[in-house]
């Protein structure tokens, strides 16, 4: 069946960069997508890939991805305080249907 | 201004007493989703709709009903809440699968 999976949590030094890694299981999907979930707020698209794709820089993002296995990964370079949040990955089907991972919390220390 | 607007924000109701929460975009979107938020789980997508009367299953159906009779209003239906059905619902719109997907505020629903 259709499964995205994250690592719960990644705790960064304000300045490094982060590495965010998800796993998904459907060969399917048509995009990928990574979100930004601040407390209390709803969720804010970051960017997305086509699957087609190997890689795709938006400013200080950056993500990977590695159809083979599967694997989808988010880098923030120089990441700041503000920052600090759930990211969600996400694949879309074809159809419309969109399965999310846990999330990751990202801490960010000053 | 753009958004996506839901009622109730917060609902403290029984098991079995029926409930409708209601979604509101303003931007003329043609997709509409509903997803619940657990802990530990992410969020799931319940039910999406990609254009007015066509709507679609997601991962966690069961237990929820939803129409799409116009194109701004997507309302999400419990017929009879459960207590597994306490958790925090969001509703989204977008125009396109690559579109920018707005998020409600959020609507948090205790069963008990």
């Known amino acids: 069946g259709e499964d995205v999976e994250q690592s719960l949590f990644l705790s960064v030094r304000e300045g490094d960069s982060s590495v965010i890694n998800c796993t998904y299981t459907?060969?399917?999907?048509?995009?990928l997508y990574w979100y930004k979930q601040e407390p209390g707020a709803g969720l804010q698209l970051l960017t997305y890939?086509?699957?087609?794709?190997d890689m795709k820089q938006d400013q200080r993002l950056t993500v990977l991805l590695n159809k083979k296995d599967k694997h989808l990964s988010l880098r923030i370079a120089d990441t700041q305080t503000g920052d600090s949040a759930i990211y969600f990955c996400?694949?879309?089907?074809?159809?419309?249907?969109?399965?999310f991972g846990q999330g990751t919390t990202l801490q960010v220390k000053p | 201004e753009a958004q996506v607007t839901q009622n109730p924000r917060y609902l403290i109701t029984v098991t079995g007493k029926k409930l409708t929460v209601t979604c509101s975009q303003n931007?003329?979107?043609?997709?509409m989703s509903w997803y619940r938020q657990d802990p530990g789980l992410g969020l799931r997508q319940i039910y999406y709709?990609?254009?007015?009367?066509?709507?679609d299953k997601g991962d966690v159906p069961e237990g929820y009903k939803v129409s799409r009779k116009e194109k701004r209003n997507f309302p999400l239906i419990l017929e009879s809440p459960s207590p597994n059905q306490t958790s925090l619902y969001f509703c989204?719109?977008?125009?396109?699968?690559?579109?920018?997907?707005?998020f409600g505020p959020g609507t948090r629903l205790t069963v008990l």
């Open positions: 996400a694949e879309s089907m074809d159809t419309g249907k969109l399965i």
């Open positions: 459907d060969s399917s999907s048509t995009y």
């Open positions: 890939i086509f699957s087609n794709m």
């Open positions: 931007m003329n979107h043609e997709y």
């Open positions: 709709s990609m254009n007015v009367e066509v709507t």
């Open positions: 989204a719109s977008n125009k396109g699968f690559t579109d920018t997907q707005y």
